[in-house]
């Protein structure tokens, strides 16, 4: 049974930080690419950020320069450490993770940035 457990969710005030997890287990296939999307209310699921297994990161462009996306492989957990956080980074937070046979996603983590 593959699960992708997120955590660091919650709410928080306007310039603030959180730092999100992902846990796997299960994942059986080699991991390529493990990385963090979301959504907000009303919008589409988009990218925040990705790590590949050889430590290629891409981030979507209006949180670079202030999320950080690492890993632990041995772990086979991804962080995702947000900074500098404004409302417009509300939204549900998912875990994704690509192997070589299919993608895996969490449920999600609800992250609120409000005052």
């Known amino acids: 049974q593959v699960q992708l457990v997120e955590s660091g969710g919650g709410l928080v005030q306007p310039g603030g930080s959180l730092r999100l997890s992902c846990t796997t287990s299960?994942?059986?296939?080699?991991?390529?690419?493990m990385g963090w999307y979301r959504q907000a209310p009303g919008k589409e699921r988009e990218l925040v950020a990705t790590r590949t297994s050889d430590v290629n990161t891409n981030y979507g462009a209006s949180v670079k320069g202030r999320f950080t996306i690492s890993a632990d492989n041995a772990k086979k957990t991804v962080y995702l450490q947000m900074n500098s956080l404004t409302s417009e980074d509300t939204a549900v937070y998912y875990c994704n993770v690509r192997t070589t046979h299919r993608d895996y996603w969490g449920k999600g983590t609800l992250v609120t940035v409000s005052s």
């Open positions: 299960g994942i059986i296939f080699p991991i390529r690419v």
